[in-house]
């Protein structure tokens, strides 16, 4: 009995002190950005436990039930309804094409009849890749900025570049016109919090790139403070849909599409089984996200479909 008791208060802590303290303690830090389904896996003992020995079989299934919760496997949102025109967007690290080939990859992304092709990594690592790969994707304006890449079917109003401090990367702003109307769009890949350096015991080197990411997000609101209208983020943004980053980037750009329109826990990233690829939009609602199977990079695709929304 007691087993059980302590592990379903252990789930509790866990989600709590992952989605508040968050980032701002290491250890804290650890439990937000740990794969969830370590949760999950540790509430096994304790349920074979109650069940071997008939005792403790409801904090038992809680913990379980907590866990699997809180790795998003019950996450569940009908596809929204309505009418008027729709807005494809997609977010894709392409591992700067070392798994696939121009052809198959334009081919995969002209096949999703996407509006708006949100690209990481797209420093393609053979020299010809980049324009054998934009020549089998017609109709699309480019822009670029470092290694992300946007490409839309949409009027391109203009783009620009922002550095992203603590390592090399930009951040890519284009202004695009949608029905008519003025839409900021965001391409963002954020740096890693290198948590994988505690097993080594560089603490120094965790609270780094912690700090880095910090002042990364201090970039993306200071761009959603200044942009007018509607305004969509996409990217890999390396953070877990939970602690102060994941907050702070929803209350400048406005929700998460897989919040509010997906199914299931929407892993992106599959070897880890984490969601760290987003697309968050103000003043646009979200009907459907997909994170869709394929094999062409260590990432996988999030396709979302938006409507206008309406002001009250």
Known sequence: MRFAWMTLLMVCLTWALGEWPAERTLPTLLLAYAPPLLWVLATLPALAWALWRGQGRRPALAAVFLAVWGAGLLHWRADATGTGPTLRVVTFN????ARTTPDRLAGRLRALNADVLLLQESRFVQPDFRMAFLRALPGYAVAEAGEVMTLTRLPLLGSRSEALPGNHRKLLVTRLKWRGEPLTVVNAHLGTVQVSSVLT???????????A????????RAVAQTAPGRVLLGGDLNTPPRGQVYRDLRAAFGPDAHDLAGRGPGWTFPSLHVRIDHLMGRGLRPTRTQV???????????????RMEQPD
């Open 292 to 306: 869709l199977p394929w094999a062409l990079s260590d990432h996988r695709p999030l396709l979302a479909e938006y």
């Open 94 to 97: 392409v591992l700067g094409g």
């Open 213 to 220: 990411r910090a002042g990364q997000v201090q970039v993306l």
């Open 201 to 211: 015991g560089d603490l120094a080197r965790v609270r780094r790139t912690r700090d």
